[in-house]
């Protein structure tokens, strides 16, 4: 049986993270091979400062502020984020088979010939979040020879490569046999800087059957009833989305469960699990997030698609998903009216034409095994 090391983002403190690394692992072993995620010890803990002057003295002058009274709400969401990633390490512990810690700049001189293959993806493993080039390099498996290097649906996360690592993304991405990403902005980034073709494949969250999904939904500690807009905004809810969403609520009897809200109990006490149970039963769904989006679809729940101004770039891989499912209409811009309005303006608010859904799921599936037959030289 083949062995596969995953290399992904790993830190515990996201959901979408910790359920496409749960799709990655259920997807190869559906397959019949032997997956181990790689768990980064760069990721679970703070970054260190090489060498960098200006790094170091805000570090110091952070500490400084926090220890005489200031910045307190910076200590405490600190606090808080590190409850939620002990209660969100359960659900790994539970579910994932991993490593111990490793060191991506200091990886065993054998790591490569310790597995037969080596897959990177899904989320924004490409985007270089500690703006690292080391890092990078890990993540485009550099460590690996080309036939060992697999991808599945990673993404880039930004709009255009940063010239400051563009060689390292060149070299990168022309050492993989074969390319696989996440959106159609990623093929049009490879294929401009490699020359190199890359196929669209879907999120791994969506290339297992949902029933897989339907396994592990876990019933919230704080669950009432079904009565409830469920809310996840990376990005805050806030303004007018924040006005409209508790208006209508109101308006209907539901509540709001904000998941992200540092001051209510959910921002500590929701596993990956749990968040799955959420967005289950929630009887709306609002949310600037991709993979809060993709369950909505697999759940068939209706859901507004809000934007996420604190990160640029984010947008195509969620054009890339509606465009595939045949999905339109469920930008928060397009139906605020049914926010205000009853009636047939409501309706659309809570009805989605997810009819084209299971023949594209079909569909997309076949493309993956078909792409992973090429990786594995099982058409040779």
């Known amino acids: 049986m ?3 090391a995953i290399i992904t983002l790993y830190d515990n403190a996201n959901f979408g993270n910790k359920l496409q690394n749960y799709a990655v692992q259920t997807y190869f072993q559906s397959i019949g091979v032997c997956v181990t995620t790689v768990v980064d010890a760069m990721q679970t803990k703070p970054a260190r400062i090489y060498l960098n002057p200006i790094k170091i003295l805000k570090r ?8 005489v009274g200031f910045e307190k709400d910076k200590v405490k969401r600190k606090e808080l984020l590190d409850k939620r990633c002990q209660y969100m390490k359960l659900f790994s512990d539970e579910y994932l088979t991993t490593t111990p810690p490793i060191n991506y700049r200091h990886l065993p001189r054998d790591f490569a010939k310790q597995y037969d293959y080596f897959v990177t993806g899904s989320d924004q493993v490409w985007h270089g979040w500690k703006n690292d080039r080391h890092e990078l390099e890990y993540f485009l498996l550099t460590f690996a020879t080309p036939s060992q290097r697999l991808t599945i649906a990673p993404s880039f996360g930004f709009d255009e490569f940063p010239k400051k690592y563009l060689k390292t993304y060149k070299k990168g991405l022309e050492g993989f046999e074969y390319l696989s990403v996440r959106e159609e902005h990623g093929t049009e980034l490879i294929k401009e800087l490699t020359g190199k073709d890359a196929t669209v494949l879907l999120d791994p969250t969506m290339l297992i059957d949902t029933s897989e999904w339907l396994k592990i939904l876990k019933k919230p500690s704080q669950y009432i009833d079904d009565n409830y807009i469920f809310v996840y905004a990376l990005g805050g809810f806030k303004g007018e989305v924040k006005e409209k969403t508790c208006k209508l609520a109101d308006e209907l009897g539901l509540q709001v469960i904000d998941i992200m809200d540092i001051d209510s109990d959910f921002y500590i006490h929701t596993r990956p699990d749990e968040f799955l149970y959420w967005i289950h039963n929630a009887r709306l769904v609002v949310t600037d997030s991709f993979h809060a989006s993709v369950f909505s679809i697999l759940f068939n729940r209706p859901f507004v698609v809000t934007e996420r101004s604190d990160i640029k770039g984010m947008g195509s891989r969620l054009d890339t998903l509606f465009n ?25 608010l ?4 997810y009819s084209s859904v299971p023949d594209v799921l079909e569909a997309e599936r076949k493309k993956a095994a078909e792409f992973y037959k090429k990786c594995f030289h099982e058409n040779d």
């Open 2 to 4: 083949p062995k596969i």
């Open 60 to 67: 110091i002058a952070h500490f400084i502020l926090q220890h």
């Open 324 to 348: 595939k499912f045949g999905i339109t209409g469920r930008h928060f811009d397009e139906l605020k009216d049914g926010f205000d309005n009853a009636g047939a303006v409501r309706d659309e």
């Open 350 to 353: 809570f009805v989605v034409d």
